[in-house]
């Protein structure tokens, strides 16, 4: 447990020499000013937008576990060649942790800021693997009474992230969508949506496994990568549900790439004449996350009509406006027992997010393995 | 020569066994309705964007030539694993020939199609390697006295795709913009645009000889893909320009998402602080050729700001207002001796066309070299 004038915080620190040093750094709680409360945070996940920058591009399996039990510290080598990439955070000691929730234990003079003293609110913002942080009043997402931190943790990423693919669908022009490493956390979570808001939606697995997960939750369609008939049953559900936008989570290989072949062979069953720049109708991927490192390779058989491109929450919801954003938050915080309920392999305490075996556990990015971290407990 | 009442045309067919057929066919002259002109065609270029339906994905190498002089024909096979993709062409014979110019020999009862009766008019909508093309008067071009059909043969797929490139650039706002195989008839022209426009351009060539003949127009910024420094030449120059969108005539290969990488690396050059999900400067290549016909393969080491996509004309034009696009007419009209002149490597009959010391040769779509087609050649 920590005192409220200072609290321990995760960071994360690249060199110049190459070296990745993850630690625990006391640092003062800032007063609040009259507009900001302060939260003690109770539960934050390790999502996998967060191992980016807690680990960095660093070799773990070159991981090195020193300091004591209350202030471990790990380091590890970051490939030489990857370095010039990060030349912007090199040196810099920086803060982990995307989201999270917990009490109000001071706030500001405004009365926004003094009517949510002693309430649970949920927050984003960076810098959430801490005991105690500073947020605006306005950016807090208050939780109706009742509330555990460990259910308002996952507020934002997931839960919009996956509101804002359906958004987007509409927004662009498409009536179904299709969704990649489909029976992930955020995978089960948007096919609650879909069902609830009668969106067709194709699921992408790679396993059988996976497939028998979504089809438990209620999935209608799912077809796994794996099967030797993948790209014809793809081209039926395309065709099916007529959906012409993807997101993608794996990045790398050609998924993105059979996607829209498959997208174009739908629109042509129904084409009534011919054109050699491929069907009028748009075919679009999102990529939002990088499962796959490799590069991403395109077969271009699927005429011009055609983009890809990088998805990523916080500029989605900047172009939002306010209302529409503030709709998202409130359909969150409504659902959030039901639609948006995350579970959690473990809970953990800082200490322990530096620990070897944890480290190992978080960074397979396996499907159906969570951690969140309780940055206060005892 | 030939009686208004019918006229040749060149005939592009892909038989369900596989064979390329190609043939110049006598079609009687349809009757102009009160909005129509009947246009004899003078001049109609042979575009790389014609070639893909001319000789669609045959094998020219087993090409067999047989018939008269007068009336030829071509043969050769397509490759059977690609001749699902063509479905909807199969057994239908197409005329071909996106473009071209000629007089008005006949025209409609309406005052706007008497308007143009005996004038020299521009074209576009396919089927114009032909003798004569029933047009709506509503959509030629009238060129001004004195222009030759050569002259106004080429009045809209280089001019107005090179200014729907600029036009593209300002509409998504980015300031400056990059093109590649840029020494092509589209390049030069481009490149006369953005120097009479004061807009900033980075051509990308692929040879010495190609950086040579854009220097000798004007170019001030040519990187050629050749050279070892090619990476850090193309960073340089997108970081003086600003230049964040692309327009690609390879489309295969590393070359698409090179640009990307190094748009990322041009902007992190500024960058005030680290963010794991790369600079939020938005880059954008648009792939509108496919000299390379391999996939497109993107090492998204370019953050999540940034998108690839098709891009065709007609889509931009139909998405104008119609004032937008008759400005974009009117200056190719104003401009078609200077900024839009093209020059043609040799003017050639219909049935030329068709020999095979003539396909050899446009088929090899090297730059510089054009091919005109006067289909009312003597």
Not at 34 to 60: F, H, Y
Request: proline share 5%; net charge positive.
């Amino acid at each position: 447990m920590s005192d409220i004038q200072s609290g321990l915080q995760l960071r994360s620190l690249v060199k110049k020499s190459g070296e990745l040093e993850l630690s625990l750094q006391r640092i003062p709680t800032p007063e609040p000013g009259p507009d900001d409360v302060v939260v003690r945070v109770e539960a934050t996940p390790i999502n996998p937008s967060d191992l980016g920058l807690l680990l960095g591009p660093a070799n773990m399996a070159t991981a090195k576990y020193s300091g004591t039990k209350d202030s471990p510290v790990v380091t590890a080598k970051v490939p030489e060649q990857v370095l010039p990439g990060l030349a912007a955070r090199l040196d810099e000691s920086m803060p982990v942790g995307n989201e999270g929730a917990g009490v109000v234990v001071k706030a500001g003079s405004s009365p926004q800021a003094q009517a949510l003293m002693g309430k649970m609110v949920a927050g984003i913002g960076g810098a959430m693997y801490s005991q105690y942080r500073v947020l605006k009043a306005r950016d807090v997402l208050p939780l109706p009474a009742g509330t555990t931190a460990a259910e308002g943790a996952s507020c934002f990423v997931n839960p919009l992230t996956s509101l804002a693919m359906t958004v987007t669908m509409k927004k662009e022009g498409h009536k179904a969508l299709v969704h990649t490493a489909a029976a992930s956390n955020l995978g089960q979570m948007l096919n609650k949506i879909c069902l609830k808001d009668g969106i067709e939606l194709v699921n992408i697995v790679r396993s059988a496994e996976q497939e028998k997960i979504l089809r438990g939750i209620g999935a209608k369609v799912v077809c796994n990568s794996a099967s030797p008939t993948f790209l014809q049953d793809l081209t039926k559900a395309l065709a099916a549900t007529g959906a012409t936008i993807a997101f993608d989570a794996i990045g790398g290989g050609k998924l993105a790439g059979q996607i829209l072949s498959c997208m174009e062979a739908a629109a042509n069953m129904t084409a009534k004449s011919y054109s050699r720049y491929g069907s009028t109708v748009h075919k679009q991927v999102y990529i939002y996350g990088r499962l796959d490192l490799g590069p991403t390779e395109l077969g271009r058989d699927f005429g011009m009509a055609w983009g890809v491109g990088g998805f990523l929450l916080t500029p989605f919801l900047m172009k939002l406006k306010p209302e529409e954003a503030q709709a998202l938050r409130q359909r969150v915080v409504d659902e959030l027992k039901t639609t948006f309920a995350s579970h959690y392999t473990k809970e953990i305490s800082l200490q322990e997010a530096l620990q070897a075996d944890i480290i190992a556990a978080y960074n397979k990015r396996a499907t159906g393995e969570k951690y969140l971290i309780n940055p206060n407990k005892a």
